[in-house]
C-alpha cells in the first residue's frame, strides 16, 4: 500500500482545490480558471477536490477545465462522506463544526453528512459528474473528526468504519479506485484508521497537522506509524490557512497573536538567511519520510509559480540549523539537512 506510487511519477507538489469552492471569498470564474490553468502550465499533475468545497463547486470548476486534457494525464483524489442535493439551504445555518462561514460564498446546494455504503456510492458517483470524468484515482473519507463532530466524531468514525471504509475497500479490490484513506484536519481519527485489521487505508491527507508552526502532534502519535504502516502521507494546508503565505489566517481563522509572534520570528529568521517562508514551510513538510506531497490550495494564478519555486529553491543549511537551534521546530522534526 502507497499512496506516492498512485501519484504522477515525480510528483512533491499537488494543487487543493479548496480554494476554488469560493472558500473565505467569492472568486471569479475568470479567476479560477486561470488558476487551474496556471497548475497545468507549471506541471501540477495531481489535483484534490471534494463536494465539501463549496457544495461541489470546487469540482465544477475543476472538472470544467482539467475535460480538455487527457485523463491519463493527471490523477484525481475527491473525498466522501457528504452528499451535496439540489435542494437550497440557508448557508449561514449550516453546523460545519470549527469550520463554520468558511465556504459561505459557495453554492447553496443543501450538504447532507452520510458516511454510510450507500452514501459513499452516491458521493462518488456525484462527484464524477461534476468532474466531468469516468474515475478517480483516490478517495478520502472526509472529517471524520473532532473539528466537525466534536464529542459525537467517534460515533462518526465508526458509522464510516462499517460503511465509507468497506465500500472503498472493496472498490479498491475491484481496481474501481486506487487508494483510499482518510482526509483530516486531527491525527487522532488516522491513528485508529491505522490499527484496524478488517481495513486498510492506504494512507491519508492530513490538512494543518504538519506545518512548521503544527508539527508536535504528528510527530508524536501519527508519523512513525504510518511509516511503519507503508500508509503515506499528503499534506494538505502547509501554509497553515495562509499565515505562512502571507495571510491573515490560521486553523481557518484570524490567527492569534501568538500564532502571529511565532510567524514574526520565522519571518525574520528566514530574511537574514534570504529564504521564502513558503520554501521553508514546504520543504519542512517534504522533508518527512511519511510524506508523499504538499498540496497548496490557491485562488490566484501568481501563486501557483510561487508554490513550484517554493519546493526547488535551495534553502542554507544553517537556515535550518538555527530554526532548530531557536526551538521553532520540535527538536526531533525531520529537516532537509538530516537527508
Known amino acids: 500500500m502507497s499512496i506516492k506510487d498512485k501519484l504522477p511519477a515525480g510528483t512533491k507538489l499537488g494543487f487543493g482545490t479548496a480554494p476554488l469552492g469560493n472558500m473565505f471569498r467569492a472568486i471569479p470564474e475568470e479567476e479560477a480558471a486561470a488558476t487551474v490553468d496556471a497548475a497545468w502550465q507549471h506541471g501540477i499533475r495531481y489535483f484534490d477536490t471534494a463536494p465539501f468545497y463549496g457544495a461541489g463547486l470546487a469540482e465544477i470548476r475543476l472538472g470544467d477545465i482539467l475535460a480538455k486534457h487527457k485523463r491519463s494525464e493527471y490523477v484525481l483524489s475527491s473525498k466522501v462522506g457528504r452528499v451535496i442535493l439540489d435542494e437550497i439551504e440557508d448557508v449561514n445555518a449550516r453546523d460545519q463544526g ?23 456510492m452516491r458521493s462518488i458517483e456525484d462527484s464524477l459528474k461534476r468532474l466531468k470524468t469516468d474515475h478517480i484515482e483516490i478517495v478520502w473519507v472526509h472529517d471524520i473528526a473532532q473539528d466537525f463532530y466534536g464529542d459525537e466524531w467517534l ?14 475497500s472493496k472498490l479498491r479490490e475491484e481496481g474501481v479506485i486506487k487508494a ?6 486531527r491525527v487522532e481519527p488516522c491513528e485508529l484508521a491505522l490499527d484496524l485489521s478488517e481495513t486498510k487505508p492506504d494512507g491519508f491527507l492530513l490538512a494543518g497537522r504538519y506545518t512548521l508552526l503544527d508539527h508536535e502532534r504528528a510527530l508524536q502519535r501519527l508519523m512513525s506509524s504510518a511509516v511503519k504502516h507503508g500508509a503515506e502521507i499528503v499534506v494538505g494546508g502547509p501554509y497553515s490557512s495562509g499565515i505562512l503565505a502571507g495571510g491573515a489566517h490560521f486553523e481557518y481563522q484570524k490567527a492569534s497573536p501568538e500564532i502571529i509572534a511565532k510567524v514574526e520570528k520565522i519571518k525574520a529568521l528566514a530574511k537574514r538567511h534570504g529564504v521564502s517562508v513558503k520554501a521553508a514551510a514546504v520543504q519542512f513538510a517534504l522533508a518527512n519520510p511519511a510524506v508523499a506531497a504538499v498540496i497548496p490550495g490557491a485562488s490566484k494564478p501568481e501563486r501557483i509559480a510561487e508554490d513550484q519555486a517554493a519546493v526547488n529553491e535551495v534553502i542554507p543549511a544553517d537556515f535550518w540549523r538555527e530554526m532548530r537551534q531557536e526551538k521553532l521546530v520540535a527538536a526531533n522534526a525531520p529537516l532537509p539537512i538530516d537527508q
Request: proline residues 2%.
Open 155 to 168: 460515533s462518526v468514525f465508526e458509522t464510516a468504519r462499517k460503511g465509507a471504509f468497506r465500500v472503498l
Open 98 to 120: 470549527e469550520k463554520g462561514g468558511v465556504f459561505a460564498h459557495g453554492r447553496p446546494n443543501k450538504i447532507v453528512n452520510d458516511y454510510t455504503a450507500d452514501g459513499t
Open 180 to 185: 483510499w484513506g482518510i482526509g483530516v484536519n
